[in-house]
């Protein structure tokens, strides 16, 4: 019998970003804004269905495999301020993960506090939480490099 086990952990996460709350939310709610920052393998395949009740999906890798697939639901929706979500992960076949994340996006002088809290439990070793946080803040880095130019050619 295999051996099974679960890690259960919360990350928080803050940015700020020099844009209004509205131009942060269009990047995590239009399909077009989210592929330019969203997913960490190229090549990978994205589908967004952004509404509560509507999905979203992620597969992709490294060259060679394995293959991840991110699967969401949204839960909760509020234009311009929240956003909530279950998602699991799998590699091939085998489910890694499964996470309720919170983002939460706060006027702050003439920019956007953005609070992503994420609640995960990581299943049978096959993943860790320290890696999904870290993958987490490269993507946020990668959208506050595209808002921040965006700000300055303004």
């Known amino acids: ?21 509205a131009r942060v939310y269009a990047a995590f ?7 330019k920052w969203f997913g960490c393998h190229e090549g990978g395949t994205h589908e967004l269905d952004f509404r509560v009740g509507g999905r979203e999906t992620y597969r992709g890798g490294p060259k060679g495999g394995p293959i991840y697939t991110n699967e969401t639901r949204f839960q909760d ?9 279950t998602y699991d992960m799998h590699r091939d076949e085998t489910r890694i993960s499964v996470s309720l994340v919170t983002i939460e996006l706060k006027a702050e002088g003439k920019g956007t506090r953005l609070v992503f809290t ?24 990668k959208l506050a490099e595209g808002l921040a130019r965006e700000a300055s050619a303004a």
């Open 118 to 141: 994420e609640q995960g439990a990581f299943l049978d070793g096959h993943d860790a939480p320290e890696g999904r946080e870290h993958g987490t803040k490269v993507g946020l880095d």
């Open 77 to 85: 929706i509020v234009p311009n301020q929240r956003i909530v979500y």
């Open 29 to 35: 709610s239009r399909t077009e804004e989210k592929q």
């Open 1 to 21: 019998m295999t051996e099974r086990s679960v890690t259960h952990t919360t990350f928080v996460i803050e940015r700020f970003y020099p844009v209004s709350p």
